[in-house]
């Protein structure tokens, strides 16, 4: 009788460990939430968006990248956003939200770069350098209305990303949010470079001072030949501005225009203590051309 005993213990012990080893891991458990969006801070968004990834996945971790991106301005969410992931190691997830629903056909996505990180946004440009800069691994549309009670077409944007956002970081699998998308939606960008005799971008982030910074790098801005302290024409705009050339806002008088290398080494046109933006009613994605 004992030694039947001891072997029915035995046998529920096993059971117990074969049930626990066997159940299902999460695919991607406690990965911390970043938030970027053009919501504001004094608006009633953010603080719905957070209550949706809290209540449904308590033990999220967010953090707030920023929710000052310009209303709408996709190009420069973009941009921000870019930069932000750079930054960032892998296994963590991005709810990124500006200038949602531009169409009725917009599709809302889940994309997994080569870096290992999750972003949910919507298919209108968002990942454009997220793409081109750390490449595809996976991308789905969220079309599982499982995960919803009322219609995904009803939802509102804070609802829609922050549930499926808070699901992701939680463990729920990427691909299980939808079909896969082969081509998402990029942004049509001019590349910085040189062209006939002249240095040609666009200006891709337009900063909280008025500085345009521009996509054009300083290694192609020492190819051009250019040195601090050459005299150098702007044209942007239907603007022809001479500008100089230096290192410090402070190599020109206050309200004079300057070209400089920003911090994240690309070129910048500025003016010190001023806005360059304000002053020549420049807006994220304008081209513009910069010879001696």
């Known amino acids: 009788m004992k030694r039947k005993r001891l072997v029915l213990l035995a046998l529920i012990i096993t059971l117990i460990i074969s049930s626990v080893l066997g159940c299902s891991t999460p695919a991607n458990p406690d990965m ?41 301005d996709i190009a420069a969410g973009a941009y921000v956003l870019g930069l932000t992931a750079k930054e960032f190691p892998e296994r963590f997830v991005f709810i990124v939200v500006v200038g949602s629903r531009s169409t009725a056909e917009e599709k809302t996505l889940v994309l997994t770069n080569n870096e290992g990180q999750i972003f949910i946004a919507p298919d209108n440009g968002l990942l454009t350098y997220i793409i081109k800069d750390m490449g595809i691994k996976t991308v789905y549309e969220i079309t599982n209305q499982e995960l919803f009670n009322e219609p995904i077409s009803t939802l509102s944007y804070h609802y829609l990303l922050g549930k499926v956002g808070a699901l992701i970081a939680s463990g729920y699998n990427p691909e299980d949010v939808g079909p896969a998308v082969a081509s998402p939606l990029l942004l049509d960008i001019q590349e910085g470079g040189i062209a006939d005799g002249k240095l040609v971008g666009s200006i891709v982030f337009i900063d909280h001072f008025g500085n345009c910074l521009t996509n054009i790098t300083s290694e192609t801005l020492n190819t051009y030949g250019l040195n601090i302290g050459d005299t150098v024409q702007i044209i942007i705009s239907g603007n022809t501005i001479i500008a100089k050339y230096g290192e410090n806002y402070s190599d020109v008088l206050k309200g004079e225009p300057i070209v400089l290398i920003n911090s994240l080494g690309t070129v910048q046109l500025s003016i010190n203590k001023g806005s360059f933006a304000a002053i020549y009613s420049i807006k994220t994605g304008t081209h513009f051309e910069l010879e001696q």
């Open 32 to 72: 911390p939430v970043v938030l970027l969006t053009d919501f504001g801070n004094d608006d009633y968004r953010v603080p719905r968006l957070k209550g949706v990834i809290y209540d449904t996945y308590p033990d999220a971790q967010v953090i707030d990248a920023t929710h000052g991106i310009s209303s709408f």
